[in-house]
């Protein structure tokens, strides 16, 4: 006994080992539901406004009926919340509300034959929807499935037209029909929204895309998201890679981002890796080496080089700089720091020649990520001066680089349409979170459309 629990201690330990942590964390709170609710609210309205029945046929003692071409005019959301539910995903409900609708009627009455529009109201509309979100076998963010509930208190009818009174004793058999026709409508209606709809917009959020020529980003996620009563987080692989190579990617060790806010809608929270991952892609692609030629060059009259070799100096000099390993981020409650290393070759151009090497030395220093300032340099060999300063070279060429990428940025894995605004950002040791409210630049509806119109396979 005691050594099958020391075996199945072993199995979950080295599960647990292998577990890969994010590089990159999102948390939606209660506060960002309430923003969304409005949205979800008018786009529910366009849907169940969108609503076909059938025709219905029948006959009732002496009457022959027709109803046919039946519309949605109204559809009154007295009371609609959009909330978390626990280990699911998002519950909608909509509670005690009416729906006003139209539709027209031939009727045969011995030999009378009466057409018109009949005005019939739905009430104590009920619906109860659960929207069950899943990672799907590509990492996206889906909804897998959709349990509703619908139900309508009543219904009535008012008929117009010569004959009207005439006709009220249908009402009762009418409405009944009609309510159940109605109520049979509603949750094919809400799985439509959420399964194909909703599941399209998700769908524009990036999963595995290019960033540029050189690069791409993995943001895939990792596992189901965890929804609690008053968040759903999502963990996602936030790794960079190069696009010629895709499979060599930087391993990640960094520790786990933890959100513990739920003040702002939305947090994001990005580790070391990330940072890491993207700047490790852009070093195996090459682009963080520049070459220098001597009109870019300050020199000193009493630059080492003239002195020790003045026959060279009316010769043209470039200077090569190239990292010698890819940059590290270190992310602490102080702030985000990146060291830098690199290699700087001086050569000679002597006209007709092959060029002279003069020296080479490895220079490396550490700067805020943002704004990267070189500190210090160490002399490996070579010549000690050979410009003005030596770091200058390093902060003129690859340091920008760093720089633009990171001023830059990437897209962050939201849906198109779907911005962050007021951002603050929180250094811990190992990641950083930004705290962010959400802003519609689009209406859902419009969201959705745009989806469809770019990609005519998913049109419905």
């Not at 699911?88 to 509670?95: D, I, K, P, R």
């Not at 936030?238 to 702002?264: H, K, S």
């Not at 779907?418 to 950083?432: K, R």
């Amino acid at each position: 006994m005691a050594s099958c629990t020391v075996s199945i201690l072993f199995l979950l330990i080295v599960a647990m080992s292998a577990t890969e942590p994010p590089g990159c964390k999102i948390r939606i709170t209660n506060r960002g539901l309430e923003m969304l609710k409005y949205e979800t609210q008018k786009f529910v309205v366009e849907e169940l406004s969108n609503i076909t029945m059938p025709e219905m046929k029948g006959n009732e003692g002496r009457f022959e009926y027709t109803i046919n071409e039946v519309k949605i005019n109204e559809l009154n959301l007295t009371y609609a919340d959009l909330a978390f539910q626990p280990g699911l995903g998002l519950l909608f409900e909509v509670q005690n509300s009416s729906i006003a609708l139209s539709f027209q009627r031939r009727i045969l009455y011995w030999f009378f034959y009466d057409t018109g529009a009949i005005n019939a109201s739905a009430e104590g509309v009920n619906i109860h929807t659960v929207l069950h979100m899943t990672k799907d076998e590509l990492g996206r963010l889906k909804i897998s499935n959709i349990t509703c509930d619908a139900s309508i208190g009543k219904m009535k009818m008012k008929f117009t037209g010569t004959l009207g009174r005439v006709y009220d004793f249908l009402a009762t058999f009418l409405t009944t029909g009609m309510r159940f026709l109605l109520n049979q409508q509603i949750c094919p209606a809400m799985n439509h929204a959420g399964l194909v709809l909703i599941n399209s917009l998700l769908e524009t959020i990036p999963v595995r895309t290019e960033v540029d020529k050189y690069v791409g980003i993995d943001y895939s996620l990792l596992s189901d998201p965890v929804v609690t009563s008053r968040s759903l987080d999502m963990d996602f692989r936030g790794m960079f890679f190069e696009l010629e190579n895709e499979n060599n990617t930087l391993v990640n060790y960094a520790v786990n981002p933890i959100v513990r806010e739920y003040d702002r809608m939305v947090y994001l929270g990005l580790s070391e890796y990330f940072f890491d991952s993207g700047l490790y892609s852009y070093y195996k692609a090459g682009i963080f080496q520049m070459n220098i030629a001597n009109e870019r060059v300050s020199m000193r009259p009493e630059s080492a080089v003239m002195c020790c070799n003045p026959i060279l100096s009316p010769y043209p000099i470039s200077l090569r700089l190239e990292l010698n390993s890819a940059p590290k981020t270190t992310i602490k409650t102080s702030g985000a720091t990146v060291a830098v290393t690199a290699i700087a070759t001086v050569m000679v151009l002597p006209p007709g020649t092959a060029p002279v090497q003069l020296s080479s030395m490895t220079m490396g220093g550490e700067g805020g990520a943002q704004q990267l300032n070189i500190r210090k340099a160490f002399l490996m060999f070579g010549i000690l001066s050979v410009y003005q300063n030596p770091l200058t070279m390093l902060q003129i060429s690859i340091v920008p680089i760093i720089n633009n990428w990171t001023k830059r940025g990437v897209s962050i894995p939201l849906a198109d349409g779907l911005d962050f605004i007021e951002e603050v950002v929180e250094y811990h040791n190992g990641y950083l979170i930004i705290g962010a409210n959400l802003h519609f630049s689009k209406g859902l509806r419009e969201m959705i459309e745009r989806k469809i119109q770019a990609d005519p396979e998913n049109a419905i």
